[in-house]
């Protein structure tokens, strides 16, 4: 058979559809067409190929030995189709790594650190996109991701731990007095609105603020904190630098709420060197920062 005398790929797709769902209902909502166009590109097909694919089981259709035969055909052929897709769009070879990352986690953590992965490696080209929670790595065109690990994950992703999430108190030096008095206002994160009560709720001798202030982010909440307007309840990743240089302190340390940070991409991904190196740069400066 000539490649050219190969049937169109619509009335293909829909064959294998009505046969691995055993139904050409599920098929057309599968393929988001009608009942009717489903069947006519599947008589159309068995008429192309002077074939009988399906035949009449109950108040259903099963296919004949023929056509059992071009369904698995068929479903394998697109399956190779499918992964070879998912490798292409996933794979370093084809331009820059795109590394998504959480908005505050990029803003106060990751950028100020990229510098010295492009010293490092002048040759890997990182582009930088945010975003948080679950994400399609095919239709989002992104390569690896940081993520705070408190979703469902797809079990077909490679997730490596990179830092627990550590939150607690900070301020600007001159306000620890009156954090240790009560006369301070909190100040919380949209993002986390419970964070407070649960900290409190862990330290009950804490100190309670005047009043509290919600900011729409935690980069927002960390630079109020370094203006003075209040005490923000930050993770550790997000003052860190700041903690360590002096800008902001924090008196009652950091402590653990059961998440963690993970690094995650496809386990469909080829890693290659790129890839490998910007894995391995990003574990180092995660164990630098908190060890």
């Not at 599920?26 to 097909?45: C, D, F, N, Q, Y």
């Not at 394998?76 to 070879?84: H, I, N, R």
């Not at 490679?158 to 607690?168: A, V």
């Not at 709720?201 to 100190?207: F, V």
Request: aromatic share 6%.
């Amino acid at each position: 058979m000539k490649r050219s005398d190969i049937p169109y790929l619509d009335d293909l797709r829909a064959f294998e559809a009505v046969v691995r769902l055993d139904s050409v209902r599920a098929a057309a909502v599968e393929l988001a067409l009608t009942h009717g166009a489903v069947s006519r590109r599947v008589s159309k097909l068995s008429a192309d190929l002077q074939l009988k694919l399906l035949e009449a089981e109950g108040r259903g259709v099963r296919a004949t030995a023929d056509g059992a035969k071009l369904a698995e055909a068929t479903g394998k052929a697109f399956g190779l189709v499918t992964d070879a897709l998912a490798k292409i769009r996933s794979g370093p070879a084809q331009g820059p790594i795109i590394l998504s990352c959480e908005r505050s986690l990029a803003m106060r953590w990751l950028i100020p650190r990229l510098s010295g992965f492009q010293d490092r490696y002048p040759d890997i080209e990182v582009h930088l996109s945010t975003g948080g929670g679950a994400l399609d790595f095919a239709r989002d065109r992104v390569t690896l991701a940081i993520r705070r690990l408190d979703f469902m994950v797809d079990p077909e992703w490679t997730i490596i731990k990179l830092m627990p999430e550590r939150m607690g108190p900070v301020m600007v030096p001159g306000l620890r007095a009156r954090f240790e008095s009560g006369e301070y206002v909190a100040l919380g994160s949209r993002t986390r609105l419970d964070a407070w009560g649960a900290w409190f709720e862990a330290h009950g001798d804490a100190p309670r603020p005047v009043s509290s202030r919600v900011l729409d982010h935690h980069f927002l909440m960390a630079e109020a904190a370094l203006g003075g307007l209040g005490v923000a309840l930050a993770p550790q990743a997000i003052a860190a630098d700041d903690v360590a240089n002096g800008r902001l302190e924090a008196p009652l340390g950091f402590d653990g709420d059961g998440t963690d940070y993970g690094l995650i991409y496809p386990k469909t991904a080829e890693v290659g060197a790129g890839l490998a190196a910007l894995r391995g740069w990003l574990i180092a400066e995660a164990e630098r920062s908190f060890a």
